[in-house]
């Protein structure tokens, strides 16, 4: 519905759970296939990634053993001074 305004058109008002839209089409432009490619590539890539990576992560059941390797060390102690300089 919103991508089919023509330029200036206003679209009736659109239900979405968090209240109404209205869309008004400013401007419209049109790239060649060839131009996007790779950019529909690389997020079909990164979608499908995440997707795995979700799934992977909901499948795998991880227990520690010793929950304070992940602690953050404290810092190292400053030197003492030598004595005589």
Do not use: C
């Not at 690389?42 to 990634?49: D, I, Q, S, V």
Request: proline share 11%; charged share 25%; glycine share 4%.
């Amino acid at each position: 519905m919103v991508f089919a305004l023509k330029t200036g058109e206003v679209s009736d008002p659109v239900r979405q759970p968090n209240g109404f839209y209205i869309f008004r089409a400013e401007s419209k432009t049109e790239k060649p296939f060839s131009e996007v490619t790779a950019e529909i590539v690389t997020e079909l890539k990164n979608t499908h990634f995440r997707q795995w990576m979700e799934s992977t992560s909901k499948s795998l059941d991880i227990k520690y053993d010793n929950e304070q390797f992940f602690s953050t060390p404290a810092p190292p102690a400053a030197p003492s001074p030598v004595p005589g300089k």
